[in-house]
């Protein structure tokens, strides 16, 4: 079956744009506003919804935060974190979706990196060198 | 909730059968604008009769690609279509559960769109 | 002037660059027990290593993206984490081989224990990757490595008959004293020698760290077309001298002194000098490829800072990493295991590993949103889907034949 079968009603087009989250954002990679890797995008947050109620008339859940950290291997290995292990990205500070996730604000002040900031201050940062450009 | 918590979950119609399951879930950023970039709404569902897992998205675009797989992974997706998040009736332990008169639409995405 | 020695130093470093421990040791081995039989497989395998490398390197080029992070995207989080395990630990066994292949060559040329050579050696590949600059060092052992030429010119000195030679080469046939399955044990592990997957890895992550552009694919298409072929020449110009002089003597390689062997009675004292400077500077360069491959593989993963472009503070897991890989190499070597053994199942398992390796990139090759208008072409895609096959039944025969053969006893 194609995607342009007749059995089924034409597809919908939007004015913005079009994400679908397995193909153009999961497992992405996060770059900040200076274009250095945040982390990649393993999984999204969206508004609550109720369970076993009627959805009819309540606005479409958005996204709210990207996620990183634990959630990966949830989704690898299956299972749930805790909602206060969640590793989150605001989507407000998201700027722009392509082949990379784009931020609008820096790296360094972001809870995904405090892993990264913590080998360079206790490990990387003590070894001769570490801090210069390669010559 | 987290989305992989609706990815891969059960599809029902009204009577409790089962359509397939959820393949994708399509954005629209056309919501609300705030700081960078507007609100990211969900407009709708990806629904598979026979797998869960998506596989690069063959069956959405004219991508036609190395052929050969191409062919293959639209074949894996065969019957694959789009529910309106409109046509969602509520969201229940068993999976999702869509309204009686509920659309199949195509899943297509028109490839310049979603760039 | 100006940009024809710029292509001609990418061409050169692409050959000297092209050798790694398992070809030297595999090359050699095939050539001692099978004579040129299967050069064949050393054409398809470095016919495969062009259409791929080629490959990741443009779509690293256009999109800005390295292998893994492609890998990671298009399998998704569990497949992606299935090959990252498999990819990782072939890569951390081939590393341990070449940090093994320059002890080895240093004790060829010194005659001190490689045991005491190897945390010389990882210490020296750790500075290197700390401190010196991405092209330099590739330029450097690349050009180094060209010395691995006296292989071919052995070829030469030893006089050797040519009709069989090339008879052997155009029309193979298993040799009486090896078994069918022996021989397609070792076709795979030459195939995986070529083939390994920390080339695109590292290939099209370099393109990255050389900040390569649109502007940049011409260059590195010479490089990859030209230079890789004239690699694989070397590589059969080894299993050449290992015809010629460890067959009929029935020598079996176990260490790369033997390899060295028809060099050594080709040209003398001042070849062998020669052979070792290559071997070393061929397996230096190879283990600082597979350190970084490493490196690059988890933090494109997991999506964390890499790249040698960085200052390490700034691509600081990316380094532990690394630092984690050297320290396992010299651990394992410490044990008195054997460099040569575990180049031998590292290529194999490499083989293995190839097919997820080789999809992903194929598949964003041919995804607009990644390449615009450089998609890949009809012909392009041809090519890579026959040799998807070729790498699907070689990674799905390894297992099988490495339990009949008994690792190619």
């Known amino acids: ?135 | 909730m987290i989305l992989s918590d609706l990815l891969n979950r059960p599809v029902l119609d009204a009577e409790g059968r089962t359509l397939g399951k959820v393949l994708d879930a399509r954005f629209v950023i056309d919501g609300a604008p705030t700081q960078l970039l507007a609100e990211a709404r969900l407009a709708g569902l990806i629904v598979s009769p026979h797998t869960g897992t998506t596989f690069l998205g063959y069956e959405r675009t004219d991508e036609n690609s190395p052929w050969l797989i191409a062919a293959f992974l639209r074949w894996r997706h065969r019957g694959s279509f789009y529910v309106r998040w409109e046509d969602v009736e509520m969201l229940t332990e068993r999976g999702v559960v869509l309204v009686a008169a509920y659309a199949r639409r195509s899943a297509a995405l028109s490839t310049s769109i979603g760039i | 002037m100006k940009q024809l020695l710029g292509v001609a130093l990418g061409i050169l470093t692409a050959i000297g660059g092209f050798l790694d421990i398992g070809d030297l040791v595999t090359s050699s081995v095939v050539g001692s027990r099978f004579g040129m039989t299967l050069v064949w497989v050393i054409v398809l395998g470095v016919i495969g290593i062009c259409v791929f490398a080629q490959m990741s390197g443009r779509v690293a080029a256009i999109s800005g993206r390295a292998t893994f992070e492609i890998v990671r995207e298009r399998l998704g989080a569990r497949m992606a984490v299935a090959n990252l395990g498999a990819s990782f630990l072939i890569n951390l066994l081939t590393l341990t081989a070449e940090i093994g292949g320059v002890a080895l060559a240093l004790q060829l040329a010194s005659s001190i224990e490689p045991t005491l050579w190897v945390p010389v050696a990882a210490f020296a590949v750790w500075l290197v990757i700390w401190r010196v600059k991405f092209s330099i060092m590739e330029n450097v052992t690349g050009l180094l490595g060209l010395c691995l030429i006296v292989f071919a010119v052995a070829v030469f000195l030893l006089q050797p008959d040519w009709a069989t030679l090339t008879g052997q080469a155009i029309a193979p046939s298993v040799p009486a004293t090896e078994t069918g399955a022996t021989y397609w044990y070792y076709a795979i592990a030459l195939f995986g020698s070529a083939m390994t997957p920390y080339e695109v890895f590292f290939f099209s992550s370099g393109a990255v760290e050389e900040k390569w552009t649109k502007k940049d694919l011409t260059q590195s298409r010479i490089n990859v077309l030209v230079g890789f072929p004239l690699g694989g020449i070397l590589s059969i110009a080894i299993a050449a001298c290992a015809t010629i002089v460890l067959l009929p003597q029935g020598i079996q390689v176990t260490s790369l002194s033997q390899v060295a062997l028809p060099v050594a009675e080709a040209g003398g004292k001042l070849a062998v000098a020669i052979v070792i400077v290559g071997m070393i500077a061929a397996t230096f360069g190879a283990t600082l490829e597979t350190t970084l491959s490493s490196g690059y593989t988890i933090a494109q993963f997991f999506g964390w800072s890499w790249g040698k472009f960085r200052r390490p503070v700034k691509a600081a897991r990316f380094h532990l990493v690394m630092i984690i890989c050297l320290l396992v190499g010299i651990a394992v070597l410490a044990t008195g295991a054997d460099p040569v053994m575990i180049t031998e199942y590292s290529v194999v398992f490499s083989a293995i590993a190839l097919p997820l390796t080789y999809l992903p990139i194929l598949l964003v090759a041919n995804d607009k949103q990644y390449m615009g208008d450089l998609v890949n072409g009809r012909a392009t895609n041809a090519v890579a889907l026959v040799f998807l096959v070729i790498i699907l039944v070689a990674s799905l025969a390894a297992i099988p034949l490495m339990i009949i053969t008994g690792a190619g006893a």
Do not use: C, K
């Open chain 1, 1 to 135: 079956m194609t995607p342009h079968d007749d059995s089924l009603a034409p597809p919908d087009t939007y004015a913005g744009q079009v994400l679908d989250a397995q193909l153009h954002l999961l497992d992405r990679q996060v770059l900040d506003t200076d274009g250095v890797p945040v982390s990649t995008l393993d999984d999204l947050e969206i508004t609550d919804l109720p369970l076993d109620v009627s959805l009819r008339g309540t606005p479409a859940p958005t996204i709210a935060n990207l996620l990183t950290g634990v959630t990966l291997g949830t989704r690898i290995f299956g299972g749930r974190p805790p909602s206060s292990r969640l590793t989150r990205i605001p989507w407000r500070h998201v700027t722009d979706i392509g082949v990379v996730v784009t931020l609008g604000v820096s790296g360094e002040r972001l809870d995904a990196t405090w892993p990264e900031r913590w080998v360079r201050d206790h490990i990387v940062a003590h070894i001769p060198g570490g801090r210069h450009d390669p010559e």
